[in-house]
Every structure is written in structure tokens, then in C-alpha cells.
């Protein structure tokens, strides 16, 4: 009986955060490995702007509830240019008040955490 508490309490927090709307461990990426403009994104984010779309810099939702739970506010999202698109395209580099930046490249289905 033991060991069945003991895969009960494994089962449960595996499937915990696999639920827990944070990137696991395994989706990082550096940003060297960025494609060339997202890494021009995120230095015009560090540097403050100035951004090419007007949408850049708004408030980023979290309502897929991909990315770590934090109040309305803390992200906030900038367009990584698409080659061949003449919109917005579906990449976009979200960063938070906390320093930490994720990389999307299907529109917010995915999310992969930038490591500088």
C-alpha cells in the first residue's frame, strides 16, 4: 500500500506541472540561437525601443495561461518581424517585469524561455 501513495504523490505532481502553464525545463532557448530578428527584437527591448509596430509594448494577458501565472500587467509583448509577411506574422518575444523574456513563434501555442 505504501508504494501505491507513493505513485499517487509522483502521478500527481507530474501531471501538476505539466498542467501548470509554465515552459518546463527542456523549452529554453539561448538567445544566440534565436532566429536574427528575434535577436534584434530583444536588443530593442533592452535598449527601450524605439519599435517598429505600434502594438509593440502592450500588455501581453497570459490568457492561454502558458507562460508563469503573474498579475495583469507583468508581460508585455513585442513583434518579432516574419521574412515574407507584410503583417505582424505569428512570432512574438513576450517579456515580464521580472527580467525574464519567451520566445513564441506559432502565435502563443508554444513559448520557449530565452536564456541570455
Known amino acids: 500500500m505504501h508504494h501505491c501513495w507513493r505513485f499517487l504523490i509522483v502521478l500527481l505532481l507530474t501531471l501538476g506541472s505539466a498542467f501548470s502553464g509554465s515552459p518546463s525545463a527542456g523549452d529554453w532557448i539561448a538567445a544566440a540561437d534565436l532566429p536574427p530578428e528575434a535577436r ?7 535598449r527601450g525601443g524605439p519599435f517598429p509596430y505600434n502594438r509593440d509594448g502592450v500588455i501581453f494577458n497570459n490568457f492561454e495561461k502558458r ?3 503573474q498579475p495583469r500587467g507583468h508581460y508585455r509583448e513585442y513583434t518579432v518581424k516574419t521574412p515574407g ?3 505582424r506574422g505569428p512570432r512574438r ?7 525574464a523574456y519567451y520566445y513564441t513563434a506559432d502565435h502563443y501555442r508554444t513559448f520557449r524561455h530565452i536564456r541570455e
Do not use: S
Open 40 to 46: 534584434q527584437t530583444l536588443a530593442l527591448i533592452q
Open 67 to 69: 507562460l508563469p501565472l
Open 85 to 87: 509577411r507584410k503583417d
Open 93 to 99: 518575444i513576450i517579456a515580464g517585469r521580472d527580467g
